[in-house]
T-cell receptor
Framework: DSGVTQTPKHLITATGQRVTLRCSPRSGDLSVYWYQQSLDQGLQFLIQYYNGEERAKGNILERFSAQQFPDLHSELNLSSLELGDSALYFC??????????????FGPGTRLTVL | AQSVTQLGSHVSVSEGALVLLRCNYSSSVPPYLFWYVQYPNQGLQLLLKYTSAATLVKGINGFEAEFKKSETSFHLTKPSAHMSDAAEYFCAVSGPGVSNSGYSTLTFGKGTMLLVSP
């Protein structure tokens, strides 16, 4: 158990809908990262937050957004969902400033299925 | 920008045999390298990491990896495979974020599925 929690574990929804994925980092960790894992794209970095502020963006679509709240939990919002958005979404957290070589600890993931 | 290449999407070994999973990196700055393991229907678990201290890094579950700058490699090995090692293994490099903000993000390889037969 990494100490990172994600809810829900599974999510099934329809095209065009909007969903919210939630992540609670390990106790004391200030950085949160979101990743998407799909069969065709592999593991891709989406976005990073540090102590409530966005720090880095990866291959995140404009239909996707995220935020980190004062209690440090984070939410990833996915809107206008398409079939291709079906994937595993992971959250990771790390302690200290998000500088190398910070170690990221991963949650169990949320499996999103878009029908 | 940094990247990693994992050679072989699938590796098959017999129980008790040597495990060798290959990873080559490309980085414009001194890299920090990681190996993660993903068991079916689970998240990623850190196996080991290289942070410019010793070049031979020992991790959990009997795994180790050697950083070779001349070969830009960070291959993962285990002397004797166990059935419980069957999983997908990811090599990752940490460095400046893709936005070059200076903050650290992880770039993953495509993964190698390790199959262990009795």
């Amino acid at each position: 158990d990494s100490g990172v929690t994600q809810t829900p574990k599974h999510l099934i929804t329809a095209t065009g809908q909007r969903v919210t994925l939630r992540c609670s980092p390990r106790s004391g960790d200030l950085s949160v990262y979101w990743y998407q894992q799909s069969l065709d794209q592999g593991l891709q970095f989406l976005i990073q937050y540090y102590n409530g502020e966005e720090r880095a963006k990866g291959n995140i679509l404009e239909r996707f957004s995220a935020q980190q709240f004062p209690d440090l939990h984070s939410e990833l919002n996915l809107s206008s969902l398409e079939l291709g958005d079906s994937a595993l979404y992971f959250c990771a957290s790390s302690g200290g400033p998000p500088l190398p070589p910070n170690t990221q600890y991963f949650g169990p993931g949320t499996r999103l299925t878009v029908l | 920008a940094q990247s990693v290449t994992q050679l072989g999407s699938h590796v098959s070994v017999s129980e008790g045999a040597l495990v060798l999973l290959r990873c080559n990196y490309s980085s414009s700055v001194p890299p920090y390298l990681f190996w993660y393991v993903q068991y079916p229907n689970q998240g990623l678990q850190l196996l080991l990491k290289y942070t410019s201290a010793a070049t031979l890094v020992k991790g959990i579950n009997g795994f180790e990896a050697e950083f070779k700058k001349s070969e830009t490699s960070f291959h993962l090995t285990k002397p004797s495979a166990h059935m419980s090692d069957a999983a997908e293994y990811f090599c990752a490099v940490s460095g400046p974020g893709v936005s070059n903000s200076g903050y650290s993000t992880l770039t993953f390889g495509k993964g190698t599925m390790l199959l262990v037969s009795p």
